[in-house]
């Protein structure tokens, strides 16, 4: 190669791979998509360069783009402009992509905390909108996508032909950052030495059944344990510290645990109601999804039963492991009976262990022919798979709503629950339609314990707190044995498989999504890697008076009474006659900036009268007597978690 060509050529290699294009008179862009977009954080999939999130050409209402990056709501982008930029203008809107007239966005644009755009919200089919920003001296740049108030599904956003226009007097080179984390803080005491037994003050079981129930109990081992009053049938295996053997007939006793050491002892009793719905208070365990996605295998579930076992969290409570999506094999070609794949080779050997740690067994299926991962489903053989589930010594079924074209939810499940009623096991029977024809309107009726009432739960401010504030109207349908179920817990290190991360919620965000989902004795399912548990995280998910508030034998769940500039104060009634009282920053700030709020809280603002003893929860503090308010402060996405007694 001549040397002028060699020299041509290297040029345009330059040109071609920099950031930084010459445009009119010296003025310089820099395109979007240039930038580090692994920066971006987004509530599904990976965002794309030149692509919409799916691989496809950036398309919206028929114009196709040649340039820009493809994303999907929830979505955040922080630019450090150091200082040079003056201007960003792109094109926005949802990708053609999505084949259904589903979905909708906002696209907002702020420099430093001021918002300089905001599309309103955008549904497929919507004209492209122009974004234009005035940048000068702004030090950063968001470029935010949140979803238009139906979920984030299908919410595939593209930001068009996107480009800074920087200062060309100025060297200053943008550069995407990663997104500012705050630091975790612990708010609850530390594990007492003394026990607390920390069994719900009720417990449902079939008739002659088998039965196993493992005696949670925190403080400083060796505990001298004893169980008094078991019916007839059931004995008290202290080596597991576990109650164990077969139910009877239907009936209720009163059954009294105590629990000494050299610290102190504690005496607890609960009724075992025999012929009640199971799941008298929400189920507490664990699930693979939110972690491991299909990458889930037996190992991975051995390892989450180790770990609530050895962390301590099943002395809290925490009781169930439960496999998702991805465990199916073939049918037999005899028999149709359900195989696991090669990543699960004896399920019934894997019930076994979990159960030998004290815990219970869960699996998943679908409603349909195929389950949402693309394997095995039920439909045509409900009453199969319920008897093979009950083979295996399976103690929880979730059922999706998958590969269901034509099909009407109710009696689909109507067959599904008849078949687990039938399969001669204690099941409990977990309902996944995503609120598809109100489930909380018949989900007890057809043998429902728990149906989901939205679609699925993210990482993300705008995904939890939309999910768990859109609860109130639904308190109605909550009651021992039937709970409406807002989806798993996204905290902890969760990633949807192979490879995990922290939360993206913030510390307060953590907090505000524990006590709603207590608040509104919604069932409460971990999705993170419990063998990755980090102190804020353990201490979050083992605060036993928070969790009281979930297990409460009354069975209500929490009502708005308060809904006023951002925030609002959710009460649930408790079976001691006290309430249980959150007060949350509900904003919906893109940018959080500021210390907290102050928020004074009457009594009469929640039907309340006279002097209320108030504890403070999570620090498990009492805050003293007060006659007429108490005045609190909010941290931003936070809350104050509250008990409030009555001074007789």
């Not at 081992?221 to 049938?233: E, K, M, Q």
């Not at 959150?582 to 904003?587: E, K, L, S, V, Y």
């Amino acid at each position: 190669m001549e040397k002028g060509t060699f020299l041509l050529v290297s040029i345009m290699i330059i040109f071609a791979l920099a950031p930084v294009y010459i445009k009119a008179q010296g003025e310089r862009i820099v395109r979007l998509e240039d930038l580090d977009i692994t920066k971006i954080t987004q509530g599904w999939g990976k965002p794309q360069k030149n692509l919409s999130v799916d691989g496809n050409p950036i398309t919206i209402n028929e114009k196709k783009f040649d340039r820009g990056v493809g994303t999907h709501a929830t979505s955040r982008m922080i630019i450090d402009l150091k200082g040079g930029a003056k201007s960003f203008s792109a094109y926005v809107g949802m990708d053609d992509e999505i084949k259904k007239e589903k979905g909708s966005v906002s696209f907002r644009v702020y420099a430093d905390e001021k918002k300089v755009f905001d599309s309103d919200v955008m549904k497929k089919g919507d004209t492209a909108k122009e974004a234009k920003a005035d940048l000068t001296g702004a030090n950063f740049l968001y470029l935010i996508v949140t979803a238009g108030g139906d979920g984030i599904n299908f919410d595939h956003a593209d930001w068009a032909d996107a480009v800074i226009v920087m200062d060309e007097k100025s060297d200053a080179m943008p550069e995407a950052i990663d997104q500012p984390k705050k630091e975790k803080y612990i708010l609850s005491p530390g594990e007492r030495g003394a026990p607390r037994i920390n069994c719900p003050d009720v417990i449902g079981a079939g008739e002659n059944k088998d039965f196993l129930y493992y005696i949670p109990i925190v403080g400083r081992r060796p505990l001298d344990v004893a169980v008094f009053n078991l019916p007839n049938g059931l004995i008290y295996d202290s080596e597991s510290n576990s109650i164990k053997g077969k139910t009877s007939s239907k009936g209720d006793c009163t059954i009294t645990v105590t629990a000494k050491n050299k610290f102190g002892e504690d005496k607890k009793s609960f009724d075992l109601r025999v012929g009640a719905a199971l799941s008298q208070t929400p189920p507490m365990g664990w699930n693979s999804w939110n972690c491991w996605g299909c990458a889930v295998d037996e190992n991975k579930i051995k390892a989450a039963a180790d770990a609530m076992a050895a962390s301590g969290l099943i002395n809290h409570g925490w009781s169930y492991i439960n496999i998702d999506d991805c465990w199916q094999g073939k049918r037999d070609e005899t028999t149709k009976k359900i195989n696991s794949n090669e990543k699960f080779p004896d399920m019934k050997e894997l019930a076994d262990y979990i159960h030998s740690k004290g815990l219970k067994f869960g699996v998943y299926t679908d409603s349909g022919t195929k389950t949402c991962g693309g394997y095995e489903g039920s439909k045509g053989f409900e009453k199969i798979d319920a008897l093979r589930y009950a083979e295996w010594g399976v103690d929880y079924v979730k059922c999706d709503w998958c590969n269901t074209e034509g099909m009407e939810p109710e009696p689909a499940y109507t067959i599904m629950g008849e078949a687990i009623k039938e399969c001669r096991r204690d099941i409990v029977f977990s309902i996944c339609n995503w609120g598809h024809k109100n489930p909380w309107e018949w989900g007890a009726k057809v043998g429902g314990n728990l149906w989901r009432t939205t679609g699925d739960i993210v990482d993300t401010w705008e995904s939890m707190s939309k999910i768990g504030f859109s609860q109130a109207r639904l308190a109605q349908y909550a009651q021992p044995g039937h709970w409406n179920d807002p989806d798993m817990l996204v905290i902890g290190k969760v990633g949807w498989g192979p490879n995990l991360r922290d939360s993206r919620l913030t510390p307060d965000e953590q907090y505000t999504h524990i006590s709603l989902w207590c608040l509104l004795s919604s069932p409460l399912l971990l999705g993170c890697d419990l063998t990755q548990l980090d102190n804020f995280t353990l201490n979050l998910i083992t605060n036993d008076e928070v969790l009281a508030i979930n297990q409460d034998k009354l069975g209500k769940q929490a009502q708005c009474l308060i809904n006023e500039n951002d925030i609002q104060v959710w009460v649930k009634n408790l079976a001691d006659g006290s309430k249980a009282v959150g007060i949350f920053d509900a904003a919906d700030r893109d940018i959080l900036l500021d210390d907290g709020i102050e928020f004074k809280l009457r009594w009469e603002d929640i039907k309340l009268t006279g002097k209320q003893n108030v504890r403070d929860v999570w620090k498990q503090h009492e805050l003293g007597e007060w006659r007429d308010a108490i005045t609190v402060k909010i941290p931003e996405h936070g809350v104050k978690l509250l008990k409030v007694t009555p001074v007789l």
